[in-house]
Nanobody, 127 residues
């Protein structure tokens, strides 16, 4: 049974940093692409970042490029999202997702190829 468990959310002031973790279990994820999405109140869920577990290639939404970094730890089966220079508009519930690395990379900017989702962790950035 695949499980993705996010942690690390919280309340932070604008300009601050947080590191989110996604602990993955239930299968080997070396053939998967791991993504982070977020959903703010009243808005649709949107792509934040993704990493191909095998190659280490990373992808970012324009809104977070240069501020957020996605990485993975093979030994811990965990994916991280380091978030720096946080802004109030980054406030959202952040979700970890996993999808088989079968498609072209651009497809992983959408929710469609992701089969597994975590429950989410709240990030609140105060101004």
């Amino acid at each position: 049974q695949v499980q993705l468990v996010e942690s690390g959310g919280g309340l932070v002031q604008a300009g601050g940093s947080l590191r989110l973790s996604c602990a993955a279990s239930g299968r080997t994820f070396s053939s998967y692409t791991m993504g982070w999405f977020r959903q703010a109140p009243g808005k649709e869920r949107e792509f934040v970042a993704a990493i191909n577990w095998s190659s280490g290639n990373t992808f970012y939404a324009d809104s977070v490029k240069g501020r957020f970094t996605i990485s993975r730890d093979n030994a811990k089966n965990t994916v991280y999202l380091q978030m720096n220079s946080l802004k109030p508009e980054d406030t959202a519930v952040y979700y970890c997702a996993a999808g088989y690395s079968y498609y072209s990379s651009t497809y992983y900017y959408t929710q469609t190829p992701y089969n597994y989702w975590g429950q989410g962790t709240q990030v609140t950035v105060s101004s």
